[in-house]
């Protein structure tokens, strides 16, 4: 089983440009979220989708877009890269419910 | 303002020490969950508490639900070094079961041998 996979591991950007990272889940789960992990901060909800063509804003959203194609995949945007975006950055996918959320292995991005 | 506080944010103690950490709110959950994490990965589910006043017991683990179901801890009994990781509780706000995740700020647990 593949799980949730999130792509690059690694990545670092220069002030203002422009990347996606990507997430893809192979357990046909209908929600997805992408938070961000900072010392001291826990994880954050960046943004989150509760199905195909449906996506919604966490508690930090500016400066970052999804969109939701697929059940499988859920890519997030960075338009503008700045230094407050270095940060690691999970995937995460789950049923209704109460199921646990299923995370990625995570990407480390650096923004110079 | 975070929606889940957890305390303490690190623990340093030795092997064979038991530890409480706690995950406290004003808002009512429908549910609680505690993840523990290592580094270079993603948290993992440790346990769900869905009724207040519950209990559950996962090995050394004991997790608890409060009565009001705003609040949560997790009590380790003969910490081990393997025990060390960060450990974060996650909540769905509104009493909906169908939303989104927060967590707390997270716990640093460290065991020494």
């Known amino acids: 089983n593949a799980g949730v996979t999130q792509t690059p591991k690694f990545q670092v950007l220069k002030t203002g440009q422009s990347m996606t990272l990507q997430c893809a889940q192979d357990?046909?789960?209908?929600?997805m979220s992408w938070y961000r992990q900072d010392p001291g901060m826990g994880l954050r909800l960046i943004h989150y989708?509760?199905?195909?063509?449906?996506?919604d804003q966490g508690e930090v959203p500016n400066g970052y877009n999804v969109s939701r194609s697929t059940t499988e995949d859920f890519p997030l945007r960075l338009l503008s890269a700045a230094p407050s975006q270095t940060s690691v950055y999970f995937c995460a996918s789950r049923t209704s419910g109460n199921s646990p959320l299923h995370f990625g292995n995570g990407t480390r991005l650096t923004v110079t | 303002t975070q929606l889940l506080e957890q305390s303490p944010q690190f623990l340093s103690i030795q092997e064979g020490e038991n530890l409480t950490v706690y995950c406290n709110s004003s808002?009512?959950?429908?549910?609680l969950q505690w993840y523990r994490q290592e580094p270079g990965e993603g948290p993992v589910l440790l346990v769900t508490?869905?009724?207040?006043?519950e209990v559950k017991k996962l090995k050394r683990l004991t997790f608890q639900f409060g009565d009001a179901r705003k609040d949560s801890s997790l009590h380790i009994t003969a910490a081990q070094p393997g025990d060390t990781g960060l450990y974060l509780c996650a909540a769905i706000a509104g009493g909906t079961s169908y939303g989104k995740l927060t967590f707390g700020q997270g716990t640093i647990l460290t065991v020494h041998p």
């Open positions: 989708s509760v199905g195909a063509g449906i996506t």
């Open positions: 808002s009512v959950f429908s549910s």
């Open positions: 508490v869905v009724t207040g006043g």
């Open positions: 357990m046909n789960h209908e929600y």
